[in-house]
């Protein structure tokens, strides 16, 4: 109830002549969707098939949601990471800021192309892309920032379509980053 008088009040506190100059912007993302791994371009269905790799390495025994990451360079080299989950929760990390930290302390200097990301859990078959969290976002947009170009990222499931944005930025619209500070 508190809360609903709350929003009453701001309400009320918006002058009309505000109101009549709001406008209405819409964000929109483009993705590609690919049908099976398969229709992927031949050096990202190998980048896939690292995440997969390394999403089966993951270290999970407390959820068992195992999820891999492969990042490819502009040199072609291909760097992974997966979950490391602990005991004590938070102080587990997610495989996507495992593989972009991973990254950035081995090739400091190089660009980073393009990322896949994929995830399996004994509970159910993943078919469909499952997205990354919002403080992974958050991280790999600071190295796309970093390096000035946009790294695309492959989402996929434990099967089925792969998800495609060409910019960590078409993940975190109105995100914030260092040229606030
Ligand atoms: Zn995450």
Do not use: W
């Not at 098939?49 to 270290?59: D, S, T, V």
């Not at 360079?73 to 996507?96: D, F, H, K, V, W």
């Not at 159910?124 to 991280?139: D, W």
């Amino acid at each position: 109830m508190a809360r609903f008088v709350l929003v009453l009040r701001l309400l009320l506190a918006i002058p009309t002549t505000n109101i009549s100059s709001l406008k209405k912007q819409k964000i929109e993302i483009a993705l590609e969707v690919f049908e099976t791994i398969s229709e992927l371009p031949t050096d990202i269905q190998k980048l896939m098939n690292k995440a997969q790799q390394a999403r089966e390495n993951a270290y999970a025994p407390y959820s068992h949601f195992r999820v891999g990451a492969a990042i490819l360079m502009a040199s072609g080299e291909i760097t992974i990471g997966n979950n490391q989950e602990n005991a004590a929760y938070p102080s587990g990390l997610c495989a996507e800021r495992i593989a972009i930290f991973h990254t950035g302390a081995l090739f400091p200097n190089e660009k980073m192309v393009a990322m896949a990301i994929t995830a399996r859990t004994p509970n159910q078959t993943l078919t469909e892309p499952i997205g990354s969290c919002g403080a992974c976002r958050q991280s790999m947009a600071e190295y796309e920032q970093k390096q000035k170009s946009p790294i695309a990222v492959y989402f996929m499931g434990e099967t089925g379509k792969i998800v495609k944005v060409a910019s960590v930025m078409d993940l975190l619209p109105l995100g914030f980053d260092a040229k606030y500070l």
